[in-house]
């Protein structure tokens, strides 16, 4: 007998709508489940226990008086702590954000809301959605739950290990360079990075600005559709949003694709690309075959500089964004060598007395207390970053650097643009290997960077992208196949994932 919480939220959608299932029944089962199974995988660092059912009868009970619910109504879903959520706390996994409580929701978080969702958490994230392991949160390292032992990839880790612990049959993760799909692939979920500009980030607490996007997680394609639908579209809050329509993606995602031509990357089979996961992938490849596609090797020729590209701009982005938090307007503020206000006192009483060595002296203390406040409020990996990103940007190294890295992201464009013309989608691994075991790669932040080696450009081009399940290693590891479109061919991209998982049963297996 299926248990309940292996449907697809695409089935249990449908039961509720049916009756068949009550929004409280519903959400006292994942709330049950989480309870079983977080303490092990740790991936929610806050559930919002009091509200989870009253969200659910208040659901319920619109729909027994007959009134209009929204697109999703009754379904849970996990938000990775990085969205701004109104009097939820909302810490982006960091010290420095460990109090925050936002005055208002962020875009994608409304639209939860106006669809009648039930938000069930804040799933755990690399702080700052900087890593690709989930083990650089403050808080707790989230687990893989097909081992324990394992990384559940980063830094969506918390949103990907709660669906495939069957904690929520959707999620809400980020994506800058690969942390949808990286997690997803190796949690064996669905994770769809969608193209730039067509989910707002307003509310969402800034990376790396020209690259994060907001994304699902679920179980299937199908499901990734339908919560799309719901994030999706202009908001003139974000004026990185695209004002183009939505398409009905739960409509059309189960039309399969006729005469599909898949480009296969040279680049992305040679060194450093794990054998079961070269032939798991070239197995899937068959399988679209067996579907009537045609596959032709194409070639991104600048794809080898995509790593040290990403990481060039993602850091001086994220200096930038990050130099907000300095321990005067919000955020962590340490308690040596002087509290701000004090410092502001005693400034005004030296300026008042014309004494030019003391108040010499107080600006000092001040910058003591930004950088003892940044010093304990970020992370070892913030920090690493910051530091690159800043040196990047600085006097003498800009052009160098920073500007050198936004030209060879304009020519990893233009590969892409070249291979589209003579296919529909780009195939490949999501990730070089299975998930490593946790703490393996802590030592070594060039060999953790060197895991977005296949999702980092989809960033830098804009593109959308899709990981989908589609195999074991020997150990039972997941593993991942990639799928990448055009600019805001969204749903070409989620039909053919689609018609994979129609073909294959590798997305309904759970640990």
Sequence with gaps: MISLLDHTATILL?????????????????????????????AFLHIHADSV???????????????????????????????CQEGQLTTCASHMLGNFHPPYDATAIRKLKE??????????????????????????KTTNPWDPQRI??????GSAACVAARMAPLAVGTDTGGSIRCPAALCGVTGLKPSYGRVSRFGLVAFASSLDQIGPIAQTAEDCALLLEVLAGHDPNDSTSV?????????????????????????HFGEGLDGEVEQAVREAIRVYESLGATVAEVSLPHSRYAV?????????EASANLARYDGAHYGYRTKEPAMLDELKHQRKQLHEAGDSAGLEALDSALIRMYRCSRSEGFGLEVKRRVMLGTYALSAGYYDAYYLKALKVRRLIHRDFQEAFKGVDLIVGPVTPTPAYKLGEKADDPLAMYLFDLYTASTNLAGLPGIAVPCGFSTGRLPIGLHLQAPPFEDERLLRAATMFQQATDWHTAAP
């Design 152 to 157: 559940p990839g980063g830094s969506s880790g």
């Design 243 to 267: 004002n183009r329509p939505v398409p009905a993606y739960s409509l059309a995602v189960r039309r399969p694709l006729v005469g599909l031509r898949l480009g296969l990357v040279r680049e």
């Design 14 to 42: 449908r039961q509720l709508q049916a009756g068949a299932l009550s929004a409280v029944e519903l959400a006292q089962a994942y709330m049950d489940q989480i309870d079983r199974c977080d303490g092990t995988v740790k």
């Design 308 to 316: 040290a590209t990403y990481y060039i701009i993602a850091s001086c």
């Design 53 to 83: 059912l009253e969200q659910a009868e208040r659901i319920d009970r619109k729909r027994a008086a007959g009134q209009p619910v929204g697109r999703l109504a009754g379904l849970p879903v996990a938000v990775k702590d990085l969205l």
């Design 115 to 140: 669809a009648d969702a039930v938000l069930l958490g804040r799933t755990n994230l690399d702080e700052f959605a900087m890593g690709g392991s989930t083990e650089n949160s403050a808080f707790q």
